[in-house]
T-cell receptor, first 113, second 111 residues
Framework: ETGVTQTPRHLVMGMTNKKSLKCEQH?????MYWYKQSAKKPLELMFV???????ENNSVPSRFSPECPNSSHLFLHLHTLQPEDSALYLC????????????FGQGTRLTVV | GQNIDQPTEMTATEGAIVQINCTYQ??????LFWYQQHAGEAPTFLSY????GLEEKGRFSSFLSRSKGYSYLLLKELQMKDSASYLC????????????FGTGTRLKVLA
């Protein structure tokens, strides 16, 4: 149990579908992140929310849409994805101040067919 | 640009010592992190260095030299369960949230 929970763990979707990934953290952190992990590539930062305000958006295609309704929950809404979007999507959280290691969820393994 | 380099794969024997190196070039520095990631699982935090020197935590130690842009993770008394990927990450600057990750080093521990 890492304190950061992601659902679903696995998702297969067609290119015309709409789906959402959910992340919940129970650590009292005030920053949350979405990362994409593809084979043989570094973890890519997609979005960061601090105190529910988006503070980083790393040129991610608009077919990925994040939502942070409160400091404990983070969503990633997906629509009209491409096969190259198949990857492991990791959610993380951290504190804004002080010791700042990020804690990761188990990830959602996404396959776009 | 921002860059973190690690070896892609390493192999070591159970009971041995292994050192995984990481070099980085980032605009600003506010800490270096090591994570362990087993296949299909979440990365888990191992160590944090923000000042030069060695941080020891049980069988794991991490070293940092900021002037050289260099860190290493030292694993002692290797066990089979240490077979995993080890990710080096740098937090680029204070007040930002950019954790820049390397590609990770896949460590295989052989019996």
């Amino acid at each position: 149990e890492t304190g950061v929970t992601q659902t679903p763990r696995h998702l297969v979707m067609g290119m015309t579908n709409k789906k959402s990934l959910k992340c919940e953290q129970h650590l009292g952190h005030n920053a949350m992140y979405w990362y994409k992990q593809s084979a043989k590539k570094p973890l890519e930062l997609m979005f960061v929310y601090s105190l529910e305000e988006r503070v980083e958006n790393n040129s991610v295609p608009s077919r990925f849409s994040p939502e942070c309704p409160n400091s404990s929950h983070l969503f990633l809404h997906l629509h009209t994805l491409q096969p190259e979007d198949s990857a492991l999507y990791l959610c993380a959280s951290s504190q804004r101040q002080g010791r700042t290691e990020a804690f990761f969820g188990q990830g959602t393994r996404l396959t776009v067919v | 640009g921002q860059n973190i380099d690690q070896p892609t794969e390493m192999t070591a024997t159970e009971g041995a010592i292994v050192q995984i190196n990481c070099t980085y070039q980032t605009s600003g520095f506010n800490g270096l992190f090591w994570y362990q990631q087993h296949a299909g699982e979440a990365p888990t935090f191992l160590s944090y260095n923000v000042l030069d020197g060695l941080e020891e935590k049980g069988r794991f130690s991490s070293f940092l030299s900021r002037s050289k842009g260099y860190s290493y993770l030292l694993l002692k008394e290797l066990q089979m369960k240490d077979s995993a990927s080890y990710l080096c990450a740098v937090r680029a600057a204070s007040g930002t949230y950019k954790y820049i990750f390397g590609t990770g080093t896949r460590l295989k521990v052989l019996a």
